[in-house]
C-alpha cells in the first residue's frame, strides 16, 4: 500500500518577488542556464577556423587529413556535448540529495571553469583533444544545470510564482545562444585569432556565480524534509518571503515531510515501479521526447541555406541569424510573463500546434523553393514562426510541470530521468539528422511534424492544469490514471503555535492515496 498526504490551506497569502528571491534566480540562472545556451551555440560560427586549426595540428603530427578524418573530429567535437549534458543528468540525484540544490550548482562550476581553461589553451599548446574533452565536461555542466536550476528555483519560489521563475532558466538559455551568436560575429570573435577566446568565455559566469550564490538561501523545503534543519529553512524562508510569519509554508512541509517518511528518497528503479506516480512518469518522458524530436535542430540546421536561398547575402546571414535568436528570446521572455494566467498546458498546446503547422508549410516550402521565386521566403517566415511556438511552450513550460507535478521524494529522480531522456534524444537527432535529411531531404519535417502532433494530442488528452494548484488538486488529477483509490479525510492539526490552535490553521486536508493491491 503507497501512502500519499497533502495539505491544501484557505486564505494563504500570495507569495511576492523579493529582492533575495529574485537576485537568487538570475544568479543561478546566469550562472549555470546562460552557459548552456552559450555553449550550445559557440562552435558554429568560428567552425571554419576551428577545422582549419584541427587540420593543421593533425598535419604536424606527419599525417594527412582526409575529409572523412576532419568530419569525424568535428562530430565528436558537437556531439560530446549532448553526451556529457546525459551524463550530467544521470548525477543529478545523488549530488541534490547528498549536497543540496544550491550546493551541486557551485560544485558543478568545476566543469565550467576547467573546461574553459583547457579550450582557452588549445591552441597554444596545439592540441584538439582537448577541446573535444572540454566540450564533454561542459556538457556534464550542462545537464546538470538543465536539471538542478529548475529544481533549485521550484523550491525557492512561491506557488503563485513557481510558473514565471521557473521559466527565467530557459530565458537565460536562449540568451546565451544569442550571445554566443553575436561573439560569433566575424569582426568579434568569430575569426582565426579569436574563437579560442570566445570557446574560453564559457568560465566568467561560472566564476560570478561561485562568488555570489553561497550568500543566498538553500532551499527551505531540502533542509527541512531531508536534512531536518528547521532553523535554518524558517531562515530561509524569512528571507525569501519578506516576511517573519512562515508558518504555514513549514507546516506544509512538515505535513509533506510526514507523508513520505515511510519512502525516503526514492530511486529511478523505484520510481519506474510506483503505480501512484506512473503517468506523471510516463508523461515527462513523452514530453521530453517531443520536445528534442520536434524538429528544433534541423530547424536551425537548415536556417542558414534557406536565408541564402532567399537572397540574403553570405555575410549578412549572421545577422539574420542573430534577428532569430533574438526573436527566440523576446518570446521566451513573453512566456516569463504569461504563464501565470494562460496556464502551462495552454501554452504547450499552443507551442507543439504551431511546431506542427510550421513543419508541415516549410515542407511545402522547401519542396517549391526553386519552383516558385517567392517560396523562399515563405520557408524563411515558418522559421521564425517555428521558432516562436517552440519558444513558448515545448522550450519554457516543461521543466516546470516537470517541477511541479512530482513532491520532495520523486523529484530528484524524475528530473534525473527527464534530463536523461531529453539529452539522449538531443544526441538521437545530432547523430541521425544528416542521415534523415541526405535520404528524404526537406521531407524529413514531415516526420518532425507528426511528432509534434502526436505530442499535442498526449498533452491534450492526459497532462492537467497546474497553475497556482496545491498538491491534493494534482494528486487528484492524476489518481484516476494512475488507478489510485483517493479517499479525503478532514482533520484537526493542533499545533504549539496559537496560530495553528486558530480555525483557519485547524482547516488542513490529508488525501490518503491507497493504491489497490
Request: glycine share 8%; proline share 4%; charged share 15%.
Amino acid at each position: 500500500m503507497e501512502k500519499d498526504i497533502f495539505v491544501e490551506k484557505q486564505g494563504e497569502r500570495k507569495g511576492r518577488l523579493t529582492l533575495v528571491l529574485a537576485l537568487a534566480t538570475l544568479i543561478s540562472a546566469f550562472g549555470s542556464s546562460f552557459q548552456y545556451g552559450y555553449n550550445v551555440a559557440v562552435v558554429n560560427s568560428p567552425a571554419p577556423d576551428m577545422q582549419n586549426f584541427y587540420t593543421s595540428v593533425y598535419e604536424s603530427r606527419n599525417a594527412t587529413v582526409t575529409d572523412n578524418v576532419l568530419t569525424l573530429l568535428w562530430s565528436l567535437t558537437v556531439s560530446m556535448y549532448p553526451l556529457g549534458g546525459f551524463f550530467g543528468s544521470l548525477m543529478v540525484a545523488p549530488l541534490v540529495n547528498n549536497f543540496g540544490r544550491k550546493g551541486t550548482l557551485l560544485f558543478n562550476n568545476i566543469f565550467s571553469i576547467v573546461p574553459a581553461i583547457m579550450m582557452g589553451i588549445s591552441e597554444v599548446v596545439g592540441s584538439f583533444e582537448i577541446i573535444i574533452v572540454a566540450r564533454f565536461l561542459v556538457g556534464i555542466c550542462a545537464g546538470l544545470s538543465s536539471n538542478v536550476v529548475p529544481m533549485y528555483l521550484g523550491e525557492l519560489a512561491p506557488k503563485n510564482l513557481r510558473g514565471a521563475v521557473g521559466i527565467v532558466p530557459q530565458l537565460f538559455i536562449t540568451v546565451g545562444i544569442l550571445v554566443a551568436q553575436v561573439f560569433g560575429f566575424r569582426s568579434i570573435l568569430g575569426n582565426a585569432e579569436g574563437w579560442p577566446i570566445m570557446l574560453a568565455l564559457t568560465g566568467i559566469p561560472a566564476v560570478l556565480e561561485l562568488f555570489l550564490l553561497p550568500f543566498f538561501p538553500e532551499s527551505p523545503r531540502y533542509m527541512l524534509i531531508q536534512k531536518g534543519d528547521e532553523k535554518n529553512a524558517r531562515k530561509a524562508l524569512h528571507r525569501l518571503r519578506g516576511w517573519q510569519d512562515v508558518d504555514e509554508e513549514l507546516q506544509e512541509m512538515r505535513l509533506e515531510e510526514q507523508s513520505e517518511q515511510a519512502e525516503g528518497q526514492l530511486s529511478v528503479f523505484t520510481l519506474f515501479t510506483l503505480r501512484s506516480l506512473r503517468w506523471q512518469l510516463v508523461s515527462i518522458i513523452i514530453m521530453n521526447m517531443g520536445q528534442q524530436l520536434s524538429g528544433v535542430n534541423a530547424i536551425y540546421y537548415y536556417a542558414d541555406s534557406i536565408f541564402s536561398s532567399a537572397g540574403v547575402k553570405d555575410n549578412d546571414v549572421q545577422y539574420v541569424t542573430v534577428g532569430t535568436g533574438s526573436v527566440n528570446v523576446l518570446m521566451t521572455l513573453a512566456a516569463v510573463f504569461i504563464v501565470e494566467t494562460s496556464g502551462r498546458k495552454l501554452l504547450l498546446l499552443i507551442g507543439f500546434g504551431i511546431c506542427c503547422a510550421a513543419c508541415v508549410i516549410l515542407t511545402v516550402a522547401l519542396s517549391l523553393q526553386n519552383t516558385l521565386q517567392w517560396m523562399p521566403y515563405v520557408s524563411i517566415a515558418c522559421i521564425i514562426i517555428y521558432v516562436i511556438g517552440h519558444a513558448i511552450g515545448p522550450s519554457s513550460v516543461l521543466t516546470v510541470i516537470t517541477n511541479e507535478i512530482f513532491r520532495q521524494s520523486s523529484r530528484p529522480a524524475a528530473f534525473m530521468v527527464a534530463g536523461s531522456v531529453h539529452w539522449l534524444s538531443n544526441f538521437i537527432v545530432g547523430l541521425v539528422f544528416p542521415f534523415l535529411e541526405k535520404g528524404l531531404g526537406a521531407y524529413s519535417f514531415i516526420i518532425f511534424a507528426f511528432i509534434c502532433l502526436a505530442t499535442f494530442i498526449y498533452i491534450w488528452v492526459v497532462i492537467p492544469e497546474t497553475k497556482n494548484t496545491t498538491f491534493l488538486e494534482i494528486s487528484k488529477l492524476f489518481a484516476a490514471r494512475n488507478k489510485v483509490e483517493i479517499v479525503v479525510e478532514a482533520e484537526e492539526h493542533k499545533m504549539k503555535d496559537p496560530k495553528w490552535a486558530s480555525p483557519e490553521g485547524q482547516a488542513a486536508f490529508e488525501l490518503l492515496g491507497h493504491q489497490n493491491m
